[in-house]
């Protein structure tokens, strides 16, 4: 990097460039791993003066090092019109941040019916014993969220797509509905990432990802961030520091380096698991796919307008069958492992019951769901792995 860029660049590209200040790496490529709690000054008036600002400078470890900063900054380029971003420890950490950043003592927050389910957790857990509300919509509510507004409403989470079933939110009606009486947007970003839902520029307050997905990439390490869009960098930063938010450097280190690759990944997660979606929708044993970019997932035309892409994972309704069936399915499969999580290069089969984590709206499945998340495996041998485990729910089923 001997020179600036000065014309626009791919998602590629940009992955590659960001955050990469030569103060901060040296003379490697990657950012390194800068470990240090204590900071030494050379005076103490210099001592003094670096108290003032500590944004992104050498004050003391709980504030960030330069691999922290990195990351920081980098996933702050993919969000134009952001402020700033910060870090935290996970996915989870990272959305409790954020609601405490805007959240007071008798606010009322709204949140989708297809929270992720910690974080639904959150809100009537903590969040209502520091006397905050929460009400649940339903995820497909769109500009009718309005009617939902009150005095108290301080804040609307969105989660787009939706855990588990994937609803795609309608995040411009409601971003203009809030805004319209004054409540905060916050988005929970982690299955598109900034790469193909560019959430600050569409207007959200506070965007949140589970870094450990998608940008560590590898299922090695946990990672949460919040981005500010205008106005809400300095509550933000405010809440973290009073909080004592600090992500481990090795952490950040690896989100660093799964963040270089993480476009190239994305592009294959998208070309393996739309494919897989298809192939399923096609098998007999399968009642309905929901994939944000295939037509039985509710708020598709929604995806078609706002998103440029998509990313590796979805589920899928079984054609009648038991739980048993759905068992024989998953544990007898050879390429995908069973676990929470996802984003890494490995696939992963889960059962789910979305109805055991809603309050407010209803499912009305012809069977019970499977989650995947589609690796960066060969697809053919996917397909191979789950037509196998759709025979074995078959005969089960019989
Ligand atoms: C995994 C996940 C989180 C939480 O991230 P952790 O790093 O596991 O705490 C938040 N939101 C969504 C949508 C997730 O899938």
């Known amino acids: 990097m001997s020179g600036p860029i000065d014309r626009p660049v791919g998602d590629a590209t940009r992955v590659v460039l960001a955050g990469r200040r030569k103060e901060w790496t040296g003379g490697v490529v990657n950012p390194p791993v800068w470990r240090g709690s204590t900071i030494l000054y050379d005076s103490v008036a210099e001592m003094r003066e670096r108290v003032s600002d500590t944004h992104h400078k050498f004050f003391y470890g709980r504030r960030g090092l330069p691999t922290q900063w990195s990351l920081a900054d980098a996933l702050n380029e993919l969000e134009p019109g952001a402020e700033g971003t910060f870090l935290y420890c996970s996915g989870v950490a990272a959305i409790a941040a954020a609601f405490l950043a805007v959240l007071s003592a008798g606010d009322e927050l709204l949140l989708p019916d297809t929270s992720y389910d910690p974080t639904r957790a959150l809100a009537t857990g903590l969040l209502k014993r520091l006397g905050i509300t929460a009400r649940f919509y339903d995820p497909l509510i769109g500009a009718g969220i309005a009617e939902l507004i009150g005095p108290a409403t301080r804040a609307i989470l969105m989660e787009s797509p939706g855990s588990l079933t994937f609803e795609v939110q309608d995040v411009p009606a409601i971003v203009a509905a809030a805004k319209a009486r004054g409540v905060v947007t916050l988005l929970d970003n982690t299955w598109a990432t900034p790469l193909l839902f560019p959430a600050i520029g569409l207007g959200v307050d506070l965007t949140i990802l589970a870094c450990t997905k998608y940008i560590v990439g590898h299922s090695d390490a946990m990672l949460g961030s919040v981005t500010a869009g205008p106005g809400f960098f300095a ?13 481990s450097p090795d952490d950040c280190y690896l989100g660093s380096r799964g963040l270089r690759t993480m476009a190239v990944r994305l592009k294959q997660h998208e070309a393996s698991a739309l494919r897989i979606a298809r192939w399923l ?25 706002d998103f440029r892409g998509s990313s590796g994972l979805f589920s899928f309704a079984l054609n009648g069958g038991s739980d048993a069936g759905r068992v024989a399915l998953i544990d007898g499969l050879a390429l995908f492992g069973i676990g929470y999580s996802w984003g890494g290069f490995e696939s992963l089969a889960v059962p789910i019951d979305p109805q055991r984590h809603r309050s407010v709206t209803r499912r009305d499945d012809a069977g019970p769901l499977v989650r995947l998340q589609i690796g960066l495996e060969d697809p053919d041998d996917l397909i191979a792995d789950l037509a196998a485990g759709l025979a074995r729910f078959e005969t089960a089923r019989a």
Do not use: I, W, Y
């Open 235 to 247: 509550r933000l930063r405010d809440t973290s520091f009073q909080l004592g938010q600090v992500a």
């Open 281 to 305: 929708a096609e098998q007999p044993q399968v009642a309905a796919v929901f994939h944000p970019a295939l037509p039985d997932c509710p708020g598709h035309d929604t995806f078609l307008r």
